[in-house]
């Protein structure tokens, strides 16, 4: 990872090539100037999905989001938080965290870079990932179809080797696993970190990950999630 200081902030990025890189490029007014907007992702917030030309960079298909707030805090400053150093912001922290990961062979986003922006005691910020091409979450593709037992055996493997690695995902759900023909992916590493492994934290992860099904289930009831195919990921992750 590489740092570039910039009239407001700093902007980490994990590629020698974006060394041209500048706070235009975490903005969407950018890309839409140059019809690059590909298109976006709604939660609570908006994330999009944007094309790089080749002037630029040679990678593919990126994906934009900024940092927002979430729970009561969110009332008092919607994305807006108490600066105590770079590499302790939010983005960098991600950033670092997924440049380890993907480094290691882990099924995550390729991560690109960071930008971070001060205004005295706080910060704003802002992340750039590579698109996993091909993928969906889990709940659009439950949504439509079923996965086999052996899919949500090899589900349960995946987060084992995440946990295993002493990997904390601070938002294990539904949304934040993708799936592609032949791979799961753990996305959204905001507030991540490196723990020792233990049952405490990892049985944590797993039942806020069980919550989110249920949850999308009493949302939709035709979504294709049984208690079965839980007790197939959990035979999954324990044989891992």
């Known amino acids: 990872m590489q740092i570039k200081q910039t009239p407001s902030g700093a902007i980490a990025y994990c590629d020698a090539a974006l060394e041209t890189i500048s706070t235009q490029w975490f903005t969407f007014d950018y890309w839409q100037s140059k019809s690059a907007v ?86 704003r910020a802002d992340i750039i990932i590579e698109r996993v091409e091909g993928a969906q979450d889990l709940v659009a593709q439950l949504s439509k179809s079923p996965m086999s037992d052996l899919q949500w055996q090899q589900l349960g493997a995946c987060i084992a080797k995440f946990h295993q ?4 995902h601070a938002d294990l759900n539904a949304k934040n696993i993708l799936i592609t023909p032949d791979k799961f992916y753990l996305i959204d590493f905001d507030r991540g970190e490196i723990r020792t492994p233990a049952p405490k934290w990892q049985g944590a992860n797993l039942e806020r ?18 208690e079965s195919n839980w007790q197939s990921l959990m035979k999954g992750y324990s044989q891992a």
């Open 38 to 123: 590909t298109g976006s992702s709604k939660g609570r917030y908006t994330t999009w999905f944007v094309k790089p030309d080749m002037a630029e960079t040679d990678k593919s298909e990126w994906v934009l989001r900024h940092y927002y707030r979430g729970g009561l805090m969110e009332k008092i400053s919607k994305d807006s938080y108490f600066y105590t150093g770079l590499k302790n912001t939010r983005a960098v922290a991600e950033l670092s965290l997924l440049e380890l990961l993907y480094s290691e062979g882990f099924e995550v986003p390729r991560p690109i870079a960071a930008n971070v922006e001060r205004n005295g005691l706080y910060y």
């Open 209 to 226: 990950l069980l919550r989110s099904f249920r949850k999308e289930l009493a949302k939709l009831p035709t979504l294709a999630f049984t």
């Open 165 to 168: 690695r002493g990997v904390y």
